[in-house]
């Protein structure tokens, strides 16, 4: 079955310390994308990905990074920088420009300890 | 600026109609599209409205109009599953093409 994957599902993170969020996906799409969910507020986008190899920044990346080294994988590290990382993060990809349909993965709760 | 409004909040009751309401102000404009996500969980494709007029699918139909910068999305026979938020979503088209989300409406469904 095609479809997105990210792992984990819950992620807890220690003052200063960076951690990285997984997204795989095997729908063949050329574009990824990080959005970040909060309570009362809608998706708001980090980073998104329309070809391998380059990446660009979205609306709220900083104290973010990304790399897209292969098609199929877009990971996310939080780093120390963000300051306020406790949120829902979601993965989408889609077959390319911004009128395509993004299908969204499961989804990584992050929480600070 | 880019702004795109829904009510925060809509109850209603098993086997009623529903219309949740998007209207949005954004220069440049590609389509809406229509999100459902359950609580705690991915949001997934509804439908994409590109040129004025109303598509239905099933239980499920959105209407665009584009020179009011309008859309509904309405919800037939409802049932329990259907409580979760809608997500309103403009495809920008400018210097920047981008996707932007509306902060989503909670439905509750009561039996």
């Known amino acids: 079955d095609g479809g997105i994957t990210q792992s984990p599902k819950y992620l807890f993170r220690k003052e200063g310390q960076n951690v990285t969020l997984s997204c795989e996906q095997n729908?063949?799409?050329?574009?990824m994308y990080w959005y970040r969910q909060d309570p009362g507020q809608g998706l708001r986008l980090i980073y998104y990905?329309?070809?391998?190899?380059?990446?660009q920044k979205g609306d709220i990346a900083e104290g973010y990074s990304v790399s897209r080294e292969k098609k199929e994988s877009f990971p996310l590290t939080v780093t120390s920088a963000q300051k306020n990382p406790t949120a829902f993060y979601l993965c989408?990809?889609?077959?390319?420009?911004?009128?395509?349909?993004?299908?969204f993965g499961p989804g990584t709760r992050l929480l600070v300890l | 600026g880019q702004n795109i409004d829904q009510p925060t909040e809509m109850t209603a009751t098993e086997g009623a109609i529903v219309q949740i309401n998007c209207t949005y102000q954004t220069s440049g404009f590609n389509g809406l599209f229509w999100y459902q996500q359950h609580a705690g969980e991915a949001p997934t494709f509804l439908s994409y409205?590109?040129?004025?007029g109303l598509e239905e699918k099933g239980r499920f139909s959105s209407f665009l109009s584009r020179s009011k910068g309008y859309s509904y999305l309405l919800l037939k026979e409802l049932q329990m599953k259907d409580s979760a938020s809608y997500l309103c979503?403009?495809?920008?088209?400018?210097?920047?093409?981008?996707?932007?989300f509306g902060t989503g409406t909670r439905l509750q469904v009561f039996p």
């Open positions: 989408a990809s889609s077959q390319g420009s911004w009128k395509e349909t993004q299908y």
């Open positions: 979503a403009v495809s920008l088209r400018g210097n920047t093409d981008k996707l932007i």
């Open positions: 990905s329309q070809i391998v190899n380059d990446f």
């Open positions: 409205n590109v040129l004025d």
């Open positions: 729908l063949n799409h050329d574009a």
